[in-house]
């Protein structure tokens, strides 16, 4: 079974820092999909970011990026010139051959002004 | 952008009732999916729905859930004898493609609180 763990329960930066927030994951398979959802106090899931396993390339979308070494099955996100509006529980997910996502225990992201 | 539409957002049942969740996915969409959320801990996915039949579910997914596309629009989760346990931010997700393939895209989620 695919386990997905973050490691990190609370960060907090100051406004325009740079923050890196982690994952590892465990799996046998090869191809698979990762993903950096975020929970503001809403509660509602917003994707940030995906990353597929075959692609050598890491993702970025504007000011989030990812770092993805699949031979160490790690997966972090960087968050360049952090905002207040980016404080939120950040969760990581993966979604292999099942349909199903499977998420890490999230990593709650305080942006101080 | 379309939405995954969740009613109602909040949710009050004494335990042992009856509630059903109700999601409107995307409408192009083919794979639905419910997750719950307890208070503080991570996502945990319950269950997926496929071609009017359910393609997957957890252990959580007991003989108490069941979910049902009663039309082309609706999807619902039902609880039929809530329990304290059952608690929890429920999220219904849909996506366009397969597994592989595509993103899920979530709605607001319904905060059931079970007393």
């Known amino acids: 079974a695919q386990t997905v763990t973050q490691s990190q329960p609370e960060m907090s930066v100051q406004e325009a820092e740079t923050v890196t927030l982690s994952c590892t994951y465990d799996t046998s398979e090869s191809n698979y999909y990762l993903f950096w959802y975020k929970q503001p106090p809403s509660r509602q899931m917003i994707l940030v970011i995906r990353q597929e396993a075959y692609k050598q390339q890491n993702a970025t979308e504007n000011r989030f990026s990812v770092n993805f070494q699949k031979a160490a099955k790690s997966f972090s996100l960087k968050i360049s010139d952090s905002q207040l509006g980016d404080t939120a529980m950040y969760f990581c997910?993966?979604?292999?051959?099942?349909?199903?996502?499977?998420f890490g225990q999230g990593t709650r992201l305080t942006i101080n002004p | 952008e379309p939405e995954v539409t969740q009613t109602p957002s909040h949710q009050v049942t004494q335990m042992g009732q009856e509630v059903i969740l109700r999601c409107v996915p995307i409408?192009?969409?083919?794979?639905f999916y419910w997750y719950r959320q307890i208070l503080g801990q991570k996502v945990e996915f319950l269950v997926s729905?496929?071609?009017?039949?359910?393609?997957?579910k957890s252990e959580i997914f007991d003989d108490q859930f069941s979910v049902e596309r009663p039309d082309g629009s609706n999807f619902t989760l039902k609880i039929r004898s809530t329990k304290l346990e059952d608690s929890a931010m429920y999220f219904c997700?849909?996506?366009?493609?397969?597994?592989?393939?595509?993103?899920?895209?979530f709605g607001s989620g319904t905060q059931l609180s079970v007393l």
């Open positions: 997700a849909s996506s366009e493609g397969g597994p592989r393939s595509e993103k899920l895209f």
């Open positions: 729905f496929y071609n009017n039949e359910i393609s997957e």
């Open positions: 409408s192009n969409h083919l794979y």
């Open positions: 997910a993966f979604r292999g051959g099942a349909q199903k996502l499977v």
